[in-house]
């Protein structure tokens, strides 16, 4: 800078010759700027600011064991037939929303039909041979032997009846109870057995989560205790209690199968993927308010009040605890940071009555 302004002294000292239309512009140019003044700028402190501040507090926080899991209906059943034949007629379809007793399919069943038919004209020819041993019994030309015969015949036949009527109304497939459709097996025309399902059906207000526990955590879990649940796609805090625990573990994994009751929630829908937070004790974090943390492209800052300055301090943040952000790195705890950080306020600016 100094050799700059020594040739420009120079050149101010000497008036240009003509030597070329290039070189007297350029010695122009230099000479308009010989007597002009130039002065340093003036570097200017940022004025004093009040702000509210608060305390980077160490505290005990829960721990928990992340367990992942899926959400499966406590009421679910396969629903076949009762008897064998031909589906004629498929009611539901998957989907669809049933009550008890509803009807699904109905089943072809003409030879029932018949052998019912059969049974109740058997059950009349009973009735009429009773009732007429009965009649002369009084007169002594019949046998009370004669006429318990004919009372067990009509017994036998009244129960045939019976039977073969219940086994006809079993040909019409019902809904076990008020639930949802999710799955059909058979089409109109397939052969039902009761060993092959028709559908599948499930109550979906009725929910739980089921965990695979390590042996280590399985231990510490019983019946009722109360759980934090987080659920893909549930937009809200859930809680879980626990309803069964498998009193042995599986083989292969060494871990517990443990099943946490869900609230009646719209949200959730079976095989959702869950989270159950089991605890595992307490330990020391560094906890803010979440007001105090700036975050600007993937950096967060805070702002640590030393000496009535306002410092602009890189932090990593961890998980946020009611209204609170643990910091991770950054902050020993302790420092006092502003709270709720204006826009105007800058790194390096004085901080009014602290």
């Given amino acids: 800078m100094k050799e700059t302004s020594l040739a420009v002294r120079m050149v101010c000292s000497f008036s240009p010759q003509p030597i070329g239309m290039g070189i007297?512009?350029?010695?122009?140019?230099?000479?308009?700027?010989?007597?002009?003044?130039?002065?340093?700028?003036?570097?200017v402190d940022p004025p004093e600011i009040a702000v509210e501040t608060t305390e980077a507090k160490k505290e005990e926080i829960p721990v928990f064991a992340e367990v992942v899991g899926t959400v499966r209906p406590r009421k679910e059943a396969r629903v076949a037939s009762k008897v064998t034949g031909r589906v004629l007629e498929m009611v539901a379809i998957p989907g669809k929303r049933v009550e008890e007793g509803d009807v699904l399919a109905r089943i072809e069943v003409g030879e029932l039909k018949a052998a019912l038919d059969r049974a109740e004209a058997a059950l009349a020819q009973a009735d009429r041979d009773l009732a007429?041993?009965?009649?002369?019994?009084?007169?002594?030309?019949?046998?009370?032997?004669?006429?318990?015969q004919a009372e067990s015949r009509q017994r036998m036949a009244a129960a045939t009846v019976?039977?073969?009527?219940?086994?006809?109304?079993?040909?019409?497939?019902?809904?076990?109870?008020?639930?949802?459709?999710?799955r059909k097996f058979l089409e109109p025309g397939d052969f039902a057995s009761p060993d092959r399902a028709i559908f599948a059906m499930e109550d979906p207000s009725l929910l739980r989560l089921e965990i695979n526990v390590a042996e280590s955590l399985a231990n510490s879990v019983q019946l009722g205790n109360p759980f934090r649940i987080e659920v893909a796609g549930a937009d809200a805090d859930l809680e879980g209690k626990v309803s069964e625990i498998s009193p042995s573990a599986d083989v292969g994994s060494r871990t517990f199968l443990i099943k946490l009751d869900l609230p009646n929630t719209e949200a959730l829908r079976a095989g959702q993927f869950g989270r159950a937070f089991l605890p595992r004790g307490n330990r020391t974090a560094i906890l803010v308010p979440d007001a105090s943390v700036i975050s600007r492209g993937q950096m967060d800052y805070v702002f640590v009040v030393a000496e009535k300055i306002a410092r602009l301090r890189i932090v990593r943040t961890g998980k946020t605890l009611e209204g609170k952000t643990e910091i991770l790195a950054g902050l020993d705890g302790g420092e006092t940071i502003?709270?709720?950080?204006?826009?105007?306020l800058q790194d390096g600016q004085p901080i009014a009555g602290n």
């Avoid at 007429?132 to 318990?148: F, H, N, P």
């Avoid at 073969?164 to 040909?171: K, S």
């Avoid at 502003?338 to 105007?344: D, M």
């Fill in 24 to 43: 007297g512009l350029i010695a122009a140019m230099i000479l308009s700027s010989c007597g002009q003044h130039h002065e340093p700028s003036e570097l």
């Fill in 132 to 148: 007429r041993y009965r009649s002369v019994a009084e007169s002594g030309a019949v046998a009370k032997a004669e006429i318990e």
């Fill in 162 to 182: 019976a039977e073969t009527r219940i086994q006809v109304e079993n040909a019409t497939v019902k809904a076990p109870f008020a639930g949802t459709i999710t």
């Fill in 338 to 344: 502003v709270l709720n950080p204006s826009q105007e």
